[in-house]
Nanobody, 125 residues
Framework: QVQLVESGGGLVQAGGSLRLSCAAS????????MGWFRQAPGKEREFVAA????????VYAPSVKGRFTISRDNAKNTVYLQMNSLNSEDTAAYYC??????????????????WGQGTQVTVSS
């Protein structure tokens, strides 16, 4: 089992920045690809970004590419999501997830076995 706890969400004005963190415990963190997903009220959960187990490969949703950066620190068992130039469309609950390591981290939620409880991000215009 892998336990995941997100933090760093909150209320921010449009154009502002936030950094989300996801602390992992349990099994060896460096054996897992890590992803961030988000879900707005009334919408399906959508992929945001993912990073490979080593941190060498990253993938992003087109809507966040160039504004968000995913990174990880395997020594601290933590994955981060730096979010810049936030807008109202980014308002959602953000979830981190862990999946078995692959050649390229997946955009598909079904590839991830463990999920955190989520942290709310609200962007005011």
């Amino acid at each position: 089992q892998v336990q995941l706890v997100e933090s760093g969400g909150g209320l921010v004005q449009a154009g502002g920045s936030l950094r989300l963190s996801c602390a992992a415990s349990g099994r060896t963190f460096s054996n897992y690809d890590m992803g961030w997903f988000r879900q707005a009220p009334g919408k399906e959960r959508e992929f945001v970004a993912a990073v490979s187990s080593s941190g060498a490969s990253t993938v992003y949703a087109p809507s966040v590419k160039g504004r968000f950066t995913i990174s990880r620190d395997n020594a601290k068992n933590t994955v981060y999501l730096q979010m810049n130039s936030l807008n109202s469309e980014d308002t959602a609950a953000y979830y981190c997830a862990a999946g078995r390591k692959t050649l390229m981290p997946s955009r598909w939620p079904g590839s991830y076995d463990y999920w955190g409880q989520g942290t709310q991000v609200t962007v005011s215009s």
